[in-house]
Nanobody, 125 residues
Framework: QVQLVESGGGLVQAGGSLRLSCAAS????????MGWFRQGPGKEREFVAA????????YYADSVKGRLTISRDSAKNTVYLQMNSLKPEDTAVYYC??????????????????WGQGTQVTVSS
């Protein structure tokens, strides 16, 4: 199994920045892909970004391109989400997830096997 722990959430004004971190432990040798999802109030969980662990290939939702950046530190088994130019609509609980298998679509929750507990991001207008 893999355990994931997110950190870095908080309250920020619109236009501000935050950096989320997600540290993986346990069977980290099985890491193939890590992703970030978010779930706003009354909304379904949605894909934000993903990164392939070995090559570092990145994927983004259209709504965050140019503002959010996913990266990883393989030595620390940690993935980051740098969030700039934040908007009130970015307010959500952000979840880190990891998948061990190669899939066609990295944007679905079914592509991920383990999830963190989530960290709240609130953007005030």
């Amino acid at each position: 199994q893999v355990q994931l722990v997110e950190s870095g959430g908080g309250l920020v004004q619109a236009g501000g920045s935050l950096r989320l971190s997600c540290a993986a432990s346990g069977r980290t040798s099985s890491l193939y892909r890590m992703g970030w999802f978010r779930q706003g109030p009354g909304k379904e969980r949605e894909f934000v970004a993903a990164i392939s662990w070995s090559r570092g290939t990145t994927y983004y939702a259209d709504s965050v391109k140019g503002r959010l950046t996913i990266s990883r530190d393989s030595a620390k088994n940690t993935v980051y989400l740098q969030m700039n130019s934040l908007k009130p609509e970015d307010t959500a609980v952000y979840y880190c997830a990891t998948g061990a298998a190669r899939v066609r679509d990295v944007t679905t929750t079914q592509a991920y096997d383990y999830w963190g507990q989530g960290t709240q991001v609130t953007v005030s207008s």
